[in-house]
């Protein structure tokens, strides 16, 4: 999902636990500032999805680290208990769950840095026209390895295995949507749909903001998705100008395909392959987190309005993205359209990460 992926559909990442950083500070769920005021009983059904997922083995969208025996345990445990009350929900996690802090370079510093991203919802059309003009292309279906850059790509260099599979209005919205990770499009006849995540052209995900924020062309206070939308259609959007110039200096490519049985009510599908629910669904670095871990994210963010305020809730790790590295990053789903949007492009603050991890392990050091 977000920020599209490091590798194609079935490329796994074989990694276990082992793996995991030695920055892990024990702690216990007491010590959470907010953890007995959460809605966890909400927090506890999203778990519950990843955990039928488990179960059933479903091939997840884009792999990741392999799950522990004790997570798949605590997995098949979440499916035989009925859980209906946050007070519930608590013994269910401590019960099955001990929570470490990531930590940074310093005992004070905050190691969590957080991001937000949210499904875009745009007018397009299935052809081509004056309005419409800028094509979202599916996968090939033998996607070559490598597979060519960004600015290649624009110019035709997959055409005609690369087929347009909808129409929209700028190169802007095709670019964004493809760091979003999905889509939804509403059609002239008033028809909407859904952009999947197909694939990508394995290069580097570069970010076009850090770059206007570096050059002094957008001060980082001002960094927005609205500013940098605006900023890239004020300078031109064809290869030749500076806005097309900066969106090519990505060379990551990402591809799609068209959901048409998604439940119009259900969020995007993220790299677990499931849908993503608003504000408890995260994604995470899939080479050092697996899908449906429990985090206990603390931060004061602006996820209410523009001023910040303490956001201390259970996310659950269901999606993934290519500049989602790091054991303390996290891209927080806030849902779909222009206000998610606008709350989500606000966010790059950092905070406690706190993942709950199997309580039959050890993993502190």
Not at 39 to 68: C, H, M, N, W, Y
Not at 148 to 175: N, Q, S, T, Y
Request: proline share 9%.
């Amino acid at each position: 999902m977000t920020a599209s992926t490091p590798a194609s559909p079935g490329a796994a990442v074989s990694q276990s636990f082992a793996g995991l950083p030695p920055s892990l500070t024990p702690l216990a769920l007491a010590d959470l500032d907010g953890f007995g005021q959460d809605d966890l009983a909400e927090a506890f059904q999203v778990f519950a999805v990843s955990a039928r997922a488990i179960a059933q083995r479903k091939t997840p969208l884009r792999q990741g680290i392999a799950l522990s025996p004790a997570l798949k345990a605590i997995g098949h445990a979440a499916l035989t208990e009925e859980i209906k009350t946050s007070q519930q929900a608590r013994r269910f996690f401590e019960t099955h769950f001990r929570p470490y802090r990531v930590a940074g370079d310093s005992p004070d510093a905050n190691a969590g840095f957080f991001t937000g991203y949210y499904e875009p919802f745009v007018e397009g059309s299935l052809n081509p026209s004056p309005v419409f003009t800028a094509p979202i292309l599916g996968r090939p279906e033998n996607l070559p390895v490598p597979a060519p850059e960004r600015a290649a790509i624009e110019a035709g260099a997959l055409a005609p295995h690369a087929k347009p599979i909808v129409w929209l209005r700028d190169p802007v919205e095709v670019f964004l949507i493809q760091v979003q990770g999905s889509a939804r499009v509403r059609l002239e006849d008033g028809r909407v749909l859904r952009l999947v995540y197909a694939g990508r052209n394995g290069h580097p995900y570069i970010s076009i903001g850090r770059i206007l924020i570096e050059t002094g062309e957008i001060a980082a206070s001002d960094m927005s998705l609205a500013n940098l939308k605006q900023w890239i259609r004020a300078h031109g959007q064809t290869p030749k100008e500076l806005g097309g110039a900066l969106m090519q200096r990505n060379k990551s490519y990402v591809f799609f395909a068209l959901g048409a049985d998604l439940d119009p009510a259900a969020g995007p599908i993220g790299g677990e392959g499931l849908p993503l629910t608003p504000l408890r669904s995260i994604a995470v670095d899939r080479a050092i987190w697996s899908y449906g871990m429990p985090v206990w994210i603390a931060a004061e963010l602006p996820w209410q309005s523009s001023c910040p305020s303490p956001f201390r809730r259970l996310m659950i790790a269901q999606d993934t993205g290519s500049a989602i590295v790091g054991p303390g990053r996290a891209d927080i789903f806030f849902g779909a359209g222009d206000d998610a949007g606008a709350r989500a492009g606000d966010i790059r603050h950092r905070g406690d990460f706190i993942v709950l991890l199997p309580s039959q392990e050890e993993f502190g050091r």
